[in-house]
C-alpha cells in the first residue's frame, strides 16, 4: 500500500540529547512537510522541501534540521538547540507544484525528560 | 507570507444542527484552499479543496464550502450534524505555483452531542 510511515510512534529522548524522527514515503512525491502539532495552537511549518537535496525553513525552523537526500525519505532532527521539543510531530507529502494535497503520516509523539 | 485564521477554536453543537466554520486566510497572489479533518486517533486527511472554477465545492461526508475572494474566505459548513462529525478541523491555504508552502490555521476542536 502506498503511504507515509513515521517512525517510532513514540519515542523519549533526555534533554540535551539530539534525536531524529524517520518519515518515508512510496508515494513517488517530490514535496515532503515537517508540522509541529500542539494543543491550541494547530499545525506549524518547520520544514519543507520541494525537491531533493533541497528544503526551506517554515515558520518554526530554529532548533531543527532536515535532509533530503533521497525523494522517499526526510528526516527531522530535533536538536538540543529547539528550547520546547516535546509535541506531537507530523510529516507530509504531496505532488509538488499545482493543486495538491498532503498526504499525513501517523505522527511522532516525542517527549523530551 | 501566507496566514489562516479560523475563528473558531471549540463548536459544540446537537445531532442534526448546521455547521459553519469560518477560515480567512492571508496571502497576495493565487491560492489554493482545503478543509482537513482529524477524527480522533487518525491521521489528518482532506475533507475538500478549491483550486478553480466554482466557488462551492463540495467534499466528502456532506460537506461544503464556499470561496469567497473579496473576503478571503473559505467556511466550511454542512447542513446537519452527525455524532460521527466530532473531529478537528482544519483549514489550510497553499500558494499556486512556485515553492509551494501549505499553511494550516489553529485548527476547529467540534463536538456533536447525540
Redesign the interface.
Known amino acids: 500500500d502506498g503511504g507515509i510511515t513515521q517512525s517510532p510512534k513514540y519515542l523519549f529522548r533526555k534533554e540535551g540529547q539530539n534525536v531524529t524522527l524517520s518519515c518515508e514515503q512510496n508515494l513517488n512525491h517530490d514535496a515532503m512537510y515537517w508540522y509541529r502539532q500542539d494543543p491550541g495552537q494547530g499545525l506549524r511549518l518547520i520544514y519543507y522541501s520541494q525537491i531533493v537535496n533541497d528544503f526551506q525553513k517554515g515558520d518554526i525552523a530554529e532548533g531543527y534540521s532536515v535532509s533530503r537526500e533521497k525523494k522517499e525519505s526526510f528526516p527531522l532532527t530535533v536538536t538540543s538547540a529547539q528550547k520546547n521539543p516535546t509535541a506531537f510531530y507530523l510529516c507530509a507529502s504531496s505532488i509538488a507544484g499545482g493543486v495538491t494535497e498532503a498526504f499525513f503520516g501517523q505522527g511522532t509523539r516525542l517527549t523530551v525528560v | 507570507a501566507q496566514s489562516v485564521s479560523?475563528h473558531n477554536?471549540h463548536v459544540i453543537l446537537s445531532e442534526a444542527a448546521s455547521l459553519e466554520l469560518g477560515c480567512n486566510y492571508s496571502y497576495g497572489g493565487t491560492v489554493?484552499l482545503?478543509w482537513y479533518v482529524q477524527y480522533p486517533g487518525q491521521?489528518?486527511?482532506?475533507l475538500l479543496?478549491y483550486?478553480?472554477g466554482d466557488p462551492l465545492v463540495k467534499g466528502i461526508k456532506g460537506f461544503e464550502a464556499e470561496f469567497i475572494k473579496s473576503k478571503f474566505s473559505f467556511n466550511l459548513r454542512k447542513p446537519s450534524v452527525q455524532w460521527s462529525d466530532t473531529a478537528e478541523y482544519?483549514c489550510?491555504v497553499?500558494n499556486?505555483?512556485g515553492?509551494?508552502?501549505?499553511?494550516?490555521?489553529?485548527?476547529t476542536k467540534l463536538q456533536v452531542i447525540p
Not at chain 2, 491521521?43 to 482532506?46: A, F, I, R, V
Open positions: 479560523q477554536h489554493n482545503f491521521h489528518l486527511q482532506l479543496k483550486f478553480s482544519f489550510a497553499s499556486s505555483g515553492y509551494q508552502k501549505v499553511t494550516f490555521g489553529i485548527g
